[in-house]
Nanobody
Framework: QLQLVESGGGLVQPGGSLPLSCVVS????????MGWFRRAPGRGLGGVSC????????AYADSVRGRFTISRDNVKHTVYLQMISLKPEDTAVYYC???????????????????WGQGTQVTVSS
């Protein structure tokens, strides 16, 4: 059974940094596109970033571009999200998800993402 487990969330001050990790287990030999999503308090699920199967293709939501960096290590079956210059509006539960396809979607939507982690809380507050 495929499992995605996020880690690295926590409380950080505005302007701070926080790295998130997502370990995938029970997968097939083909690496698929992976995405990070978040759900802020009182808001719906929104796309944050995506990385294609090879790692060369990446995409970011406008709100995080230049501050967040997605990467992957296919040997370790792990996807990372490095977050810097964090803002209070980045406060949310962050989820990683595995896409059915090898490449990212044309938008930051949830289309094609069938496997999800349980989420990790990120709180940006002074």
């Amino acid at each position: 059974q495929l499992q995605l487990v996020e880690s690295g969330g926590g409380l950080v001050q505005p302007g701070g940094s926080l790295p998130l990790s997502c370990v995938v287990s029970g997968f097939t030999s083909v690496s698929n596109a992976m995405g990070w999503f978040r759900r802020a308090p009182g808001r719906g699920l929104g796309g944050v970033s995506c990385i294609g199967n090879s790692g060369y293709e990446t995409a970011y939501a406008d709100s995080v571009r230049g501050r967040f960096t997605i990467s992957r290590d296919n040997v370790k079956h792990t996807v990372y999200l490095q977050m810097i210059s964090l803002k209070p509006e980045d406060t949310a539960v962050y989820y990683c998800a595995r896409r059915t396809y090898l490449f990212c979607s044309s938008d930051m939507g949830t289309d094609g993402y069938n496997d999800w982690g349980q989420g990790t809380q990120v709180t940006v507050s002074s």
